[in-house]
């Protein structure tokens, strides 16, 4: 299953699919960037969606159906 991530991209925000050499989409707002991303990962079979800050890092993770949530806890 594909992991996406959401990250700064100049003045927006890009939607990128990991290990690809470069964004999906690119989008004005972090929100928007992160509505693309979901939608990918529903259309490939789900996966992980990591979201980074404008510092780069990590700030949320999340499991799109049918991927594997390692938590086995609901959201």
């Known amino acids: 299953?594909?992991?996406y991530h959401v990250t700064p991209h100049g003045d927006g925000w890009a939607a990128e699919k990991a290990g690809?050499?470069?964004a999906s989409s690119?989008?004005?707002t972090?929100?928007?960037a992160v509505k693309a991303a979901r939608g990918y990962l529903e259309?490939?079979?789900g996966g992980e969606l990591n979201i980074h800050g404008k510092d780069g890092q990590i700030r949320a993770k999340d499991t799109i159906a049918p991927g594997n949530d390692p938590r086995?806890?609901?959201g």
């Open 30 to 32: 972090q929100a928007e």
């Open 20 to 22: 690809a050499s470069r």
């Open 43 to 45: 259309t490939q079979g």
């Open 26 to 28: 690119v989008h004005d």
């Open 1 to 3: 299953m594909p992991d």
């Open 72 to 74: 086995n806890i609901p």
